[in-house]
């Protein structure tokens, strides 16, 4: 176990999460994880299935004077988000996450942390290896590729689970319940593109040190998209002395907010003292408006090659305005549900190099109607350039239910314990609970979780006060239902 862990309360859980976070587990590479969750179920000695898609249930029988009590499954998922800065050098499907702990927070040293949703894994394995916390028989269902897709939840079959009560492990504030959810689909624009040599002044343009964090929990906080900005600064130059294209290369995730964008041009005629005139003023006015959200903003401009393949004139001209035309951010907030996100979209990964280009976005609602109006408007917009467009892991949002008896009980449980009321609520991310009612259509859900803020982003932490909150109020859940 990680020394940095080892005296953090409560043990059991902090020991698994040092565990897990040993064994690399990028989104589609899962299978060490799921053969180490495999080997934990089959080590403590109970029924342990790893289904045809990769998803991982554990089965352990109810503790004594709960044999009654109604099957509770207790799910999170086993795939992380992979972001690091770009300084840092680590390679993710080799190495185990470097924790650290910050006063009350634990962090990692310049990556994620996995504590989406690694801290609700450790929890779930924490309750099955314990021999003293009493709880009703539960199926522990480890689900994979929740960042990339919700496959390992769109392929789970009916009638392997016979709970009738699901506790998801993932959200992000203990002061919430959540019971509904934003459905998803990603939404793809690719091409080719004519290139030729051309020779001048090289540049790279860089952005970068933006806060960035979760596309669908941190859409609402206005933080500025690398891949937008960047955008707005090669028209700002190609308007005022004119510039030839070679590359353009932001973002990564489609659930992250990107914080890095890089791009290469040539200009032929420009006066560098005229060029960095022309950025100082873009750079001041970017710098004004997202002081507050992304204070560490930086835009920088250094030499490049001075001979490189560039974009043909015409291309160059559509993607530069498809990009500033491209909807990102908030679409529409909830008329039902004051301060809810209702739809979005994250444009996520720009990536156009060498005569081939990708654009990424991820596109969200709790209105399965306005998702694909938006994600059709997407298609219309990149259609302008001549892009293929294709949509792909659709995925329903979760309807709450807020008069479910396992909601009642834990509103009730929560007050009583913390002496206030929680915020019962829906979010504007994508949970596997729509998913997996879809075979399961009788099944309550709730899902709930310890602070964890900067999710998807280096900036990732979990609070541990708040883990010790959540970690008795989930005791108490399981003794009460």
Not at 66 to 75: D, F, H, M, S
Not at 87 to 116: C, P, R, S, Y
Not at 336 to 345: E, R, Y
Not at 458 to 463: A, M, Y
Request: with cysteine; net charge negative.
């Amino acid at each position: 176990m990680s020394d940095t862990l080892k005296n953090l309360e409560p043990k059991s859980l902090w020991a698994n999460f040092a565990a897990l976070n040993a064994v690399p587990r990028p989104s589609k590479k899962e299978e060490r994880v799921i053969a180490f969750i495999k080997q934990f179920g089959e080590k403590l000695g109970f029924p342990t299935i790893v289904d045809e898609i990769g998803n991982v249930i554990i089965k352990k029988p109810a503790t004594k004077g709960k044999e009654n009590a109604p099957t509770l499954v207790i799910q999170s998922h086993l795939d992380m988000v992979h972001q690091k800065n770009a300084a840092t050098q680590f390679n993710f499907d080799e190495q185990g996450i470097e924790m650290m702990v910050n006063g009350d927070w634990v962090k990692a040293n310049g990556t994620t942390l996995g504590a989406d949703n690694g801290i609700g894994v450790a929890a779930i394995m924490a309750i099955l290896e314990s021999t003293t916390i009493p709880h009703p028989a539960i199926e522990a269902l480890f689900t994979i590729d929740e960042e990339t897709g919700m496959t390992g939840a769109l392929g789970l079959k009916g009638g392997l689970l016979e709970g009738k009560i699901l506790l998801n492990l993932d959200t992000e504030d203990d002061d919430e319940l959540t019971i509904g959810c934003a459905g998803g689909v990603d939404v793809t624009a690719s091409g080719t593109y004519s290139t030729t040599k051309a020779t001048g002044m090289g540049y790279q343009l860089q952005v970068m040190g933006l806060t960035g964090g979760h596309s669908g929990m941190d859409i609402y906080k206005g933080r500025g998209n690398a891949n937008k900005i960047i955008n707005r600064v090669l028209i700002g130059f190609n308007q005022a002395f004119g510039i030839q294209l070679s590359s353009f290369d932001g973002g990564s995730l489609r659930n992250a907010i990107p914080r890095e964008s890089t791009a290469t041009f040539i200009s032929a005629t420009v006066n560098e003292d005229k060029m960095h005139s022309v950025l100082s003023s873009i750079k001041a006015e970017l710098l004004e408006e997202y002081k507050t959200t992304d204070p560490n903003l930086q835009i920088v401009l250094e030499k490049a090659e001075n001979a490189l393949a560039v974009m043909d004139s015409d291309f160059q001209k559509k993607l530069l305005a498809v990009i500033a035309s491209c909807a990102n951010g908030i679409y529409r907030m909830s008329p039902a549900i004051q301060g809810l996100v209702q739809t979005s979209n994250n444009l996520a990964r720009v990536l156009v190099k060498d005569g081939n280009y990708s654009i990424q976005c991820l596109t969200r609602s709790s209105v399965d109607s306005e998702k694909w109006d938006l994600a059709n408007a997407l298609k219309q917009c990149f259609g302008l350039m001549g892009a293929t467009v294709t949509f792909d892991g659709s995925y329903p949002g979760w309807e709450p239910a807020p008069h479910a008896k396992i909601v009642e009980l834990m509103r009730e449980i929560y007050e009583a314990r913390f002496n206030d009321k929680p915020k019962v609520n829906a979010c504007h991310a994508g949970l596997e609970c729509g998913i997996l009612g879809a075979n399961y259509p009788e099944m309550e859900m709730i899902s709930f979780g310890p602070n964890i803020r900067g999710a998807h982003s280096p900036d990732e932490t979990v609070q541990i006060s708040s883990v010790q909150k959540f970690w008795g109020y989930f005791l108490e859940v399981l003794d009460k239902v």
